[in-house]
């Protein structure tokens, strides 16, 4: 019905709308493509919008998908063999409000919410935050969950697979500060921390350049019958012992390698050593 052809480097067709109303309205009831572009540029765009008066509307607005099977909102493939470096899609968000850059609002229940394929990353990182300078009681990350639900479940899971990749830390915490490095908060009856060390190697290893602070501290002001240091189940011992304390030193300062002090005068049913071989 209509057919429009410019051989200048100007303008083809021009729609100018200066009401409210919508410039161009396709009504597509048929089975087919609804806007087609086919396009022979190389170095120029083929879609452009400049929607420089925005306010609180949207640049692109797609509604009322609603009868989506195996569909998809968007689909962007390309088939490129060229070995130049490129981005099929590339999205830059400069947030210079202060709201948010990007929400996520999913009423999904058994798939991810956010799934990140990411098979060919060496020395790049797969997640990255950098230059949170300005950061005073705001933090990196922060995750939380209410549900009520009894199911045993992890709410974050680092996990190296590969038993070849022996050179892998799955969790690393540095802190340049003079402040603690990991904080641990348990309010319930469970332990704080838990360690499964199937391997054998040890389950905890301790490196510390300290000098005149303990490398140990246990803080325990409300203990009553419980015992501040306790192992138990040791039963498979042969040659091992519960418990080895050596020093190599050749300082002669006096000193005394173990130390057991009841300080209080009145805690006459104390036994500061108690040693029993049945």
Do not use: C
Request: net charge negative; no cysteine; glycine share 8%.
């Amino acid at each position: 019905p209509l057919s429009v052809i410019q051989d200048a480097t100007a303008t083809a067709f021009v729609v100018q709308q200066n009401a409210a109303g919508v410039a161009v309205n396709i009504d597509q009831n048929g089975n087919g493509i609804g806007l087609n572009i086919d396009t022979e540029a190389t170095t120029a765009n083929g879609l452009v919008i400049n929607p420089n008066t925005l306010t609180t509307g949207h640049g692109i607005s797609m509604v009322n998908a609603n009868a989506l099977t195996t569909g998809a909102m968007i689909d962007l493939s390309s088939n490129s063999a060229d070995t130049s470096t490129r981005s099929l899609l590339n999205i830059q968000i400069d947030q210079d409000g202060n709201g948010t850059s990007i929400e996520i609002d999913s009423e999904a229940t058994t798939a991810n919410i956010l799934d990140i394929e990411a098979n060919t990353v060496t020395t790049g990182k797969v997640f990255n935050v950098d230059n949170a300078d300005a950061l005073t009681t705001g933090g990196i990350l922060y995750a939380v969950s209410n549900s009520a639900d009894t199911s045993t479940r992890v709410l974050a899971t680092l996990w190296n697979t590969n038993p070849l990749a022996t050179g892998t830390t799955p969790l690393r915490v540095a802190q340049d500060a003079n402040r603690m490095a990991f904080w641990v908060e348990n309010n319930g009856t469970g332990p704080s921390i838990y360690l499964d060390q199937n391997g054998n190697g040890n389950a905890i290893n301790i490196d510390s350049e300290s000098t005149t602070t303990n490398v140990i501290q246990l803080d325990t002001p409300a203990t009553t019958t419980g015992s501040i240091f306790s192992t138990v189940g040791a039963n498979f011992l042969t040659t091992g012992k519960i418990m080895d304390l050596r020093s190599n030193s050749a300082d002669t300062s006096g000193r005394s390698l173990i130390y057991l002090a009841n300080t209080n005068a009145l805690s006459t049913g104390t036994t500061p050593l108690s040693i029993y071989q049945t």
